[in-house]
């Protein structure tokens, strides 16, 4: 009796561990998308970047660099240059219509661009990775009315200083103070609350 029963044992403990396995990996799956290539810009903290709650981390007014130039064609075809911003709070948002993360906080995205804007705060999105069709359905989907760089090979992504981005950690979200330098960054998925904690520091800047 106790040799038939000893392959059940293995098989359930086979059938355990496969379980786990899963399970670790949709987490894994939930918590960040993976990017294109390695190398280029780091999640480093090169930048003088402290971290704070929440997976937000922040710069000393005193101690932020300039973003580099962003400029070229949007998902819909216009030209944008975010120099052009400057004197306005800029949230950058780099995304992928292929991200799980990202889609879960589009919707809020949607909602505190709209919020925000009378108040000087723009969005600009940094697409990666994506069709420019796949993208505007994304945008159609979720109700984002503000533009995105399209960056598919994530160029866009090398201007930045080392230690400002991963290009392995997808979403990722930087906000601009209104001298168009780095003040802010997470580079996790965000919720409303999170977003608006993001921002909020920065906006109240005189």
């Given amino acids: 009796m106790s040799l038939s029963r000893a392959p059940r044992r293995r098989s ?16 894994l799956a939930l918590t960040a998308c993976g990017g294109s290539d390695g190398g280029g810009a780091t999640g480093g903290s090169g930048t003088n970047f402290v971290q ?3 997976g ?13 130039k962003l400029d070229g ?3 819909e075809g216009d030209t944008l240059d975010v120099t052009s911003l400057k004197g306005k709070v800029v949230v950058l948002n780099v995304w992928g219509s292929w991200c799980a993360p990202c ?3 589009a919707p809020h995205f949607a909602k505190v661009s709209k919020e925000l804007k009378p108040r000087g705060v723009e969005f600009v999105g940094i697409n990666i990775r994506n069709t420019t069709s796949a ?11 503000y533009p995105s760089l399209h960056d598919p090979d994530s160029k866009l992504l090398l201007r930045f200083p ?9 979403p990722s979200t930087l906000v601009l103070d209104r001298e168009g330098k780095i003040a802010a960054r997470a580079l996790i998925g965000l919720g409303e ?14």
């Fill in 135 to 145: 993208a505007k359905e994304f945008d159609e989907e979720f109700g984002i009315d």
């Fill in 52 to 54: 704070s709650d929440g």
């Fill in 193 to 206: 609350d999170q977003l608006r904690k993001l921002i909020a520091p920065v906006a109240a800047e005189k």
């Fill in 73 to 75: 064609k949007t998902i």
């Fill in 162 to 170: 080392k230690g400002t981005l991963s290009l392995q950690t997808i």
């Fill in 12 to 27: 359930n403990r086979g059938r355990a561990s496969l379980l786990t396995a899963v399970t670790v990996a949709s987490a």
């Fill in 103 to 105: 889609r879960a906080e």
């Fill in 56 to 68: 937000i981390s922040r710069v000393a007014k005193a101690d932020r660099a300039p973003a580099p």
